[in-house]
């Protein structure tokens, strides 16, 4: 088992920034990818940013250029500047033996509010 902890969340006005972190503990060994998925109020869940142990990155297009994605052994960080109204969503930490895509593993989730 893999437990995920995200920190970093909070209310921002609009063109400000956020840096998320989520820390990883247990059976990490086997963990290939990590990622921030968010999910606001009455939409699905979306991929936001993914990292591989090769450091390689992927972006959705709402957040390109302004949000980055990195790892630190167990941890991963999700830089995000010229934050938007639109960003506003509960944020989750992912961890996957596979790919960021599929997402064995989750965290709790962190609030982000950004305020226009």
């Known amino acids: 088992q893999v437990q995920l902890v995200e920190t970093g969340g909070g209310l921002v006005q609009a063109g400000g920034s956020l840096r998320l972190s989520c820390a990883a503990s247990?059976?990490?060994?086997?963990?290939?990818?990590m990622g921030w998925y968010r999910q606001a109020p009455g939409k699905q869940r979306e991929l936001v940013a993914g990292?591989?142990?090769?450091?390689n990155t992927n972006y959705a297009d709402s957040v390109k250029g302004r949000f980055t994605i990195s790892r630190d052994n167990a941890k991963v960080y999700l830089q995000m500047n010229s934050l938007k109204p639109e960003d506003t969503a509960v944020y989750y930490c992912?961890?996957?033996?596979?790919?960021?895509?599929?997402?064995?593993?989750w965290g709790q989730g962190t609030q982000v509010t950004v305020s226009s």
């Open positions: 990292i591989t142990n090769g450091d």
């Open positions: 992912s961890a996957d033996p596979i790919s960021f895509t599929l997402g064995k593993y």
């Open positions: 247990g059976s990490i060994f086997n963990i290939r990818a």
